[in-house]
């Protein structure tokens, strides 16, 4: 796990420790990261988790119960008020005036943000240039689809120029193509040297990441690039390779392959099965004996993991730890 | 053919789920008519009883008290305070302190004593007619009371006692006189502390003041940018109520119109302020409705409005003095009933405005604390 080193001023954000305790409940226990200037950085981790939680400690919205951390430079212990002129935030469900006109919310938080007359101008221009706002400029907020909605949202929340801006679930609940649209949107900003704090559920989103971090329970179970978290240990154990076994009958093959000594653990993914299984593990036999019942298998191939395989084996893990320190 | 009634039974199952989830809406629902039938029940009191009254006792020798004592033992008059002259007299009237002013001549005494007539001026504010009718009935009674006791004792003396009321203030007691000014208080807070309320709690809902506490907005901001339209539209209303008073209802104004409008302005402050307060405790518009009409109900029973403070059982009355309706009615009916200046109510509208300002600060204090912690 990355710990930060060097000068917690030169990240984009730098989290040392953090723990923020409800009565009795840690929600968030001993997290430390670092962001870059200029990542991606993806946020991952079950509903409850404690993503939204560390958002809010690191907007300033909720003070920290231990730790410390620093956003662009600036100590959110001391400096909350600081911290909120220079990031952009966009929360979860679509927070913007449902009644008010696509320049009406620009002009709001233009406001907000006391931008002077020129400014504003040229950035809410830019913002709907970037944005492709244009034709939408008099429409009430409320009839925009859920991708110009959230096209919007992203627009307000960056219209005073900040380089951080923290994205929570910004594609819940959207289309595919809009979703798509949104991230081409995200490169090219990143390209600008804009740093994005995102929380996702969507494995393909986090693939897009630059640096990825998973929490569980309020703990951070896994911090790095994608490439080096699917080279992890509690993901690949020494000895192990992962197959992908392709048929029609995945229920049915499932079943069976479960009880093939030799496979450690299998999964459904759409018409096939990822397994985990020992190194040196017959494929032609595992074909040769899934026939001998009845399936048609349509081929047999290794597989690298994927972040999903990640996810779900450090989330079984640490269900397992978390189960046995219970007990 | 199909059952009409398929579903009864889930639906039924249903619905008692929710109702038990949700134990405030049904404690609020049977709450409310049980208060009100208490504060009905106790409230209303239609012998008017313990009347404010101002006595000026010119005279001050034995007979005079005498009559004062009976007064105060009819159970109607309380005597608040003794005046030395009629300015003090009328002011403590105009001012709303007492409803009943009693003034004894100088020469009471010594006239009783000639066996000659001797007349008592009984000034009475004419604004409530109950009260006013209760006034006049006791005070004549008293009078007769008192004639008859010395025509016993002497045969040959006239109608001594000869009490002389006079109304004051709505002479021909007309209701709308009397009831209008103290609805223009009820009515102002429809359009102050309900919209505020609903107008922050939507956007709790909606989940925009979580987003607005990410930017640089600080609390007091938000809440005086939100309270300020709704001041004009306050403000506003009571234009418009005050104008249908005067030209529909044909409730002459005796004082003067500005002086209503700039008094109203701490009232109208209080229920923004109330507004708020509500807002910052309520998650959802159906809170904010139930909050807020639990802040109605004390307006339309305890500040006066429908029922004198003065007979109100002692809780109830001690009540009427957290109700900021309480004060603005006083500031209505005197403005428009009796004419009253600035000096005589001066100290409502102080009232008032220290009011607003200890529940702004109040609400501010709970937006920075609570609204961001959850």
């Known amino acids: ?327 | 053919m199909p059952n009409p009634f398929r579903g009864f039974g889930a639906v039924f199952y249903k619905e008692v789920l929710h109702v038990r989830r949700d134990p405030g809406t049904l404690f609020f629902s049977l709450l409310i008519p049980l208060l009100q039938m208490t504060v009905l029940g106790f409230g209303i009191d239609t012998n008017v009883r313990q009347v404010n009254t101002v006595v000026y006792n010119a005279d001050g020798r034995q007979e005079s008290r005498e009559l004062i004592d009976r007064l105060k033992n009819s159970d109607t008059f309380h005597v608040i305070r003794y005046v030395e002259n009629d300015h003090d007299l009328n002011d403590m009237i105009i001012s709303g302190k007492a409803r009943v002013g009693i003034k004894i001549p100088v020469d009471y005494s010594d006239r009783l004593i000639h066996q000659m007539s001797a007349q008592v001026l009984v000034l009475i504010d004419g604004s409530d007619s109950s009260v006013a009718g209760q006034a006049i009935n006791v005070t004549t009674s008293i009078g007769l009371d008192e004639s008859l006791r010395r025509s016993v004792a002497d045969q040959t003396a006239p109608r001594a006692v000869d009490m002389r009321p006079k109304l004051l203030f709505n002479p021909d007691s007309r209701s709308p006189n009397f009831f209008l000014p103290g609805l223009t208080a009820i009515l102002l807070l429809n359009v102050t502390t309900f919209l505020t309320a609903f107008a922050i709690v939507r956007e709790k809902e909606r989940g925009t003041l979580e987003q607005l506490f990410v930017t640089p907005v600080r609390p007091f901001g938000l809440l005086l940018g939100k309270l300020l339209p709704y001041f004009a539209i306050g403000f506003f209303e009571l234009c418009n109520i005050v104008f249908f008073m005067r030209f529909v209802f044909r409730v002459p104004i005796h004082g003067s119109v500005l002086l209503l409008a700039f008094l109203s302005l701490p009232y109208i402050f209080v229920s923004l302020s109330l507004g708020m307060l509500i807002s910052s405790k309520a998650a959802t518009q159906g809170q904010a409705m139930q909050l807020a009409f639990l802040t109605i109900l004390p307006s339309i029973f305890f500040s006066g409005y429908i029922f004198p403070r003065e007979t109100m059982p002692l809780g109830f009355y001690i009540v009427s003095y957290f109700v900021p309706a309480s004060y603005f009615i006083n500031i209505t009916r005197g403005i428009i009933l009796r004419g009253a200046g600035f000096q005589h109510l001066w100290i409502d509208a102080l009232a008032l405005f220290a009011m607003g300002t200890f529940l702004l600060v109040i609400a501010a204090r709970r937006f920075s604390n609570k609204i961001i912690m959850t």
């Open chain 1, 1 to 327: 796990m990355a710990t930060p080193s060097s000068n917690p001023a030169d990240a984009a954000i730098s989290a040392e420790h953090l723990v923020r305790r409800f009565g009795a409940v840690t929600a968030v226990n001993d997290i430390s990261f670092r962001v870059e200037k200029g990542e991606i950085f993806g946020f991952l981790g079950p509903n409850g988790s404690g993503k939204t939680t560390i958002i809010k400690m690191l907007t300033g919205l909720l003070p920290l119960s231990e730790g410390d951390a620093w956003v662009q430079g600036l100590n959110v212990r001391t400096d909350a008020e600081a911290v909120r002129e220079r990031i952009g935030y966009m929360s979860q469900k679509f927070s913007l005036y449902d009644d008010l006109t696509v320049l009406e919310n620009l002009t709001f938080y233009g406001r907000i943000y006391s931008l002077p007359a020129e400014r504003m101008r040229r950035r809410i221009d830019e913002i709907i240039q970037l944005n492709g706002l244009e034709p939408y400029l008099k429409r009430l907020a409320a009839q925009l689809s859920g991708g110009w909605k959230q096209r919007l949202a992203l627009g307000c929340a960056m219209l005073h120029e900040p380089k951080l801006l923290f994205l929570d679930e910004p594609t819940a609940g959207i289309d595919p193509v809009a979703r798509r649209q949104l991230w081409d949107l995200l490169f090219e900003l990143s390209g600008q040297g804009i740093t994005f704090f995102v929380t996702t559920h969507y494995m393909d989103e986090a693939e897009r990441c630059s640096h990825v971090a998973y929490i569980y329970y309020g703990k951070m179970i896994a911090d790095g690039t994608p490439a080096e978290l699917k080279q992890l240990p509690d993901v690949q154990p020494a000895g192990t390779e992962r197959i992908e076994i392709i048929t029609p009958e995945v229920t049915r093959a499932l079943r069976l392959a479960r009880h093939i000594p030799g496979i450690r653990s299998a999964t459904i993914f759409g018409e096939s099965i990822h397994a985990l299984v020992e190194d040196h593990f017959n494929l032609v036999d595992l074909r040769a004996q899934l026939q001998k019942d009845g399936i048609t298998v349509t081929d047999i191939r290794p597989l690298t993991a994927s972040l999903e395989d990640v996810f779900v084996e450090l989330t079984y893990k640490h269900q397992a730890l978390l189960e046995a320190s219970r007990a």
